[in-house]
């Protein structure tokens, strides 16, 4: 919809004291013309807009009305809304309303606009209903517990020639998923009581978790942008932080240093750029893979920024917290893309059987960027295998997390104890592997390894995380790390959960927490008792 230019032409042209003949005679063109532009009836634009801007002696986005421009539109799909489109409104009327009662204007878009975000809130939690893995989860391990009571049943019913012991069997089993059922629907409506009662945005890192299960954790245009600054970056130089240097110096006037005092006295991180001096520090501890990762993401920041705010232009972010972190992690996206080009990683990485030490010496890299990048290698038709990835701290809570369609990850909080994320800090920086079992049957495989930020001194502490690959178990052979596990035998899988307060599991000698139950109580039949239980003179 055009915006009422002309209305401001005439405004200014009166303002000025300036005939309508006047102003067309010094723009070359007819009065007649003029009057239809002022009366909106002509476009306008190019240079003859230039000229009328320049006439006038004012700015042209001024004139051009940028911020009327989103208000009509605003208005425009205020009256395409189903309730309001049967009204009979006139052609110009949204025009005029924003030309003469502009306040009035802004008042409808803004009603419109918290209606549509009502409307939306209701819809997001409508398809957290239907779609949130938990709830997904546990709805499925009803219907599968519904089917095996009945199918046992009617074996029950309809086979007359059972034995006494047969009998017994299929009762047992019928008693075993009674019980298995009754604490899945405990865990269900437990979940329903304790989630947060906010909208969909109740936090930037929801957010930003939506977007990556919207996306499949794989951004195309991203991976395009990618593709474009590596070769770019190639023509100049072998790809590292050397040809990354020179080519920011270049295009961007940044200078990138290393070693020294950091940017401000105390500064507790290993990177750092100062977007008003053009200078990125590294400190003298952190590693080349650190390096090359950041200064690829910066590069990607400076020289793609379209890629990022297209990618980002349709998600929902409330805040400007979110806004900003999301933009973070598209730029790391973006950064993981060009120092893993997605044909290469892919090739390398089946032809080694995904053997992750292998990958990060074949890039130069750390062992969790692989890993990250292992996560985004969904292109339809060219896929790796399906992997989701947790990080943890020492104290055990989960700082970063990407799912795995089936698996339920907690997205903050703690996970199950007995997970190879946390097994990985008994065995620094070697990788534990371990097949596990969960309580629906659902088997998979977990690779997990501590990761280390180097100490710049000795006052300072290293920071240590765990890092966590899962993919399903069907997958396993098809990695380095499948060799010499019983992959057939489910005996010899870990029993483990998601948690502790969502695990059904209630004879585990690990569990930590109760598991979730209807208004905060816990199973009163046989519960064990926890760790934090036992009296203070009793041995563990």
């Known amino acids: 919809m055009r915006a009422p230019i002309g209305f401001r032409i005439s405004n200014r042209r009166k303002s000025l004291k300036i005939s309508q003949a006047a102003l067309a005679r010094s723009l070359g063109i007819s009065p007649s013309y003029l009057n239809l532009i002022e009366n909106n009836k002509r476009d306008i634009g190019g240079a003859l807009l230039n000229r009328v801007a320049a006439q006038l002696q004012i700015d042209i986005d001024e004139l051009a ?32 309303l924003v030309a003469q009662y502009p306040a009035s204007a802004t008042a409808l878009a803004r009603l419109h606009r918290a209606y549509a975000t009502a409307q939306s809130n209701a819809d997001a939690y409508a398809d957290r209903l239907r779609s949130d893995p938990l709830l997904g989860e546990l709805l499925h391990q009803i219907l599968s517990g519904i089917t095996a009571v009945r199918s046992s049943a009617e074996i029950l019913e ?65 991976e395009e942008a990618a593709e474009h600054l590596r070769a770019q970056l190639e023509r100049a130089g072998s790809f590292g932080p050397a040809t990354l240097t020179t080519l920011l110096a270049t295009h961007f006037g940044i200078e990138v240093t290393a070693g020294g005092p950091p940017p401000e006295p105390g500064f507790p991180g290993q990177y750092s750029f100062d977007a008003t001096t053009r200078r990125m520090w590294f400190a003298g501890a952190s590693t080349l893979a650190t390096r090359q990762f950041q200064l690829a993401r910066l590069y990607g920041e400076l020289a793609a920024p379209d890629a990022i705010a297209l990618t980002l232009q349709n998600a929902l972010l409330s805040t400007p917290t979110a806004r900003r972190l999301a933009a973070r992690a598209a730029g790391s996206y973006l950064a993981g893309a060009i120092v893993f080009p997605y044909g290469q990683m892919l090739q390398r990485a089946e032809s080694c059987a995904y053997d992750l030490d292998h990958l990060r010496q074949s890039f130069n890299a750390s062992y969790e960027q692989v890993a990250h990048r292992l996560v985004t290698l969904r292109r339809p038709g060219q896929e790796g295998i399906p992997f989701g990835f947790l990080r943890s701290d020492p104290a055990g809570r989960l700082t970063k997390h990407f799912p795995l369609p089936g698996l339920l990850l907690p997205n903050s909080g703690h996970a199950c104890p007995l997970w190879a994320i946390y097994g990985a800090f008994r065995t620094p920086e070697a990788l534990l592997r371990q097949v596990v079992r969960f309580s629906d049957g659902s088997r998979y495989l977990f690779l997990a390894r501590t990761v280390q930020r180097r100490a710049g001194s000795f006052r300072e502490q290293p920071a240590i995380s765990s890092v966590m690959l899962a993919c399903d178990v069907l997958h396993a052979d098809r990695t380095i790390y499948g060799a010499g596990l019983d992959l057939s035998n489910p005996a010899a899988d870990i029993p483990v959960g998601p948690a502790c307060r969502l695990c059904t599991r209630r004879d585990c000698a690990s569990r930590q927490e109760e598991p979730l139950a209807p208004g905060g109580s816990t199973a009163p039949d046989r519960a064990p008792l926890l760790p934090h239980q036992f009296g203070l003179g009793d041995p563990a």
């Open 65 to 96: 009305g940028r911020t009327e421009q989103k208000l009509l539109q605003e208005l425009e799909e205020a009256h395409a809304d189903p309730l309001l489109e049967s009204l009979p409104f006139r052609p110009d009327e949204r025009r005029e």
């Open 158 to 222: 309809d086979v007359g020639d059972l034995d006494e012991s047969e009998r017994r069997q299929f009762l047992a089993a019928i008693s075993r998923e009674a019980r298995t059922l009754s604490e899945v629907a405990r865990n269900l409506i437990g979940q329903f009581e304790t989630a947060s009662e906010s909208r969909r945005s109740g936090s930037p890192a929801r957010e930003i978790d939506d977007l990556i299960i919207e996306q499949h954790n794989h951004f195309p245009l991203l």
